[in-house]
């Protein structure tokens, strides 16, 4: 009966972890999409639309899905490593989109005449915080895969 049990606790751990990573990486992408739409506003242009972030979420969401079930295969951790790579490239990849969108905005709001200084604090305050969020989820993804190779170690000790 005990021997049950373990599985589904473990499984229950590795399955908030895999969410409290999603979760992480969608507020670092929310928290730059903010204020690149704030800018975006202002300039009279439109930011990111709702279709590509969706598109966006839902390719990180089929990536999870993978992650989580390569997590339930101790024997397979080389492919865990190869999805949480593609996991942290592709956020990481739409970070610096949006980071890089958001910095695009700098010369169209001086061509206004619009001072930059006004949005410069906030604006580096959520890249900070955004990457506060990104590199959490590196380490989350980097404790997980410890795991199964704490698991993978156990395996082979009591084989």
């Known amino acids: ?29 929310l928290l730059l999409l903010f ?8 300039v009279g242009i439109q930011s990111t639309s709702l279709e590509e972030f969706l598109v966006q979420q839902f390719v990180l969401g089929g990536l999870l899905v993978v992650l989580v079930g390569a997590f339930g295969k101790i024997e397979n ?25 958001t910095l695009g905005l700098v010369p169209a709001l001086e061509n206004q ?4 200084s006004d949005y410069q604090g906030s604006f580096y305050l959520l890249a900070l915080a955004s990457a506060v969020c990104y590199l959490m989820t590196i380490l989350l993804l980097r404790r997980c895969y410890g795991r199964l190779s704490i698991k993978h170690s156990e395996l082979h000790l009591v084989a």
């Open 35 to 42: 204020e690149q739409s704030q800018l975006a506003t202002r």
């Open 77 to 101: 951790r080389w492919m865990y490593g190869l999805f949480a790579v593609l996991f942290a490239g592709y956020s990481g990849s739409r970070l610096a989109a949006a980071f890089s969108r």
């Open 1 to 29: 009966m005990s021997r049950m049990a373990a599985p589904s606790k473990a499984h229950r751990y590795g399955l908030q972890l895999h969410l409290t990573i999603y979760v992480l990486t969608t507020l670092a992408i």
């Open 113 to 116: 005449g619009v001072p930059i």
